[in-house]
């Protein structure tokens, strides 16, 4: 069997960045008023993610075949298929200093000279 030439995500914005998700670890998307749960950008501690959040926010349903747990992400939230040759693993210092907090991989949307920089995280990987 051929490995699959798409990846689905789920894409958002968190502290100023497009990050997104694996699709088969996000169980549901829900509205932020149904309950507190922290921010993405608290999770993976990046500095001063509070005064960078979007106003309008979903929340996300991450699920593990041994938890469940709710994050707050800003809206758009989008889910696509990202063509697996545009991901780009991350560069080995990078590597060393960012996977306890879930960053994996980049990629590039968009055409030039559009370009956003996409991150992708493991969802499983967030520190909780």
Do not use: Y
């Amino acid at each position: 069997m051929a490995p699959p030439e798409t990846l689905a995500l789920v894409r958002f914005e968190s502290a100023g960045h497009c990050l997104a998700l694996e699709a088969t670890k996000i169980g549901a998307m829900r509205n932020p008023a149904e309950t507190a749960a922290p921010s993405l950008a608290e999770l993976i501690e990046w500095p001063d993610s509070t005064a960078s959040e979007p106003s309008r926010q979903r929340l996300l349903e991450i699920v593990h075949p041994d938890w469940r747990r709710l994050i707050r992400v800003g809206e758009p939230v989008v889910h696509f298929e990202l063509p697996v040759r545009a991901i780009q693993p991350l560069p080995p210092l990078l590597a060393a200093r960012l996977r306890p907090n879930g960053v994996r991989a980049l990629a590039l949307l968009g055409e030039p000279p559009a370009e956003r920089l996409l991150i992708l995280l493991d969802a499983w990987r967030l520190t909780h």
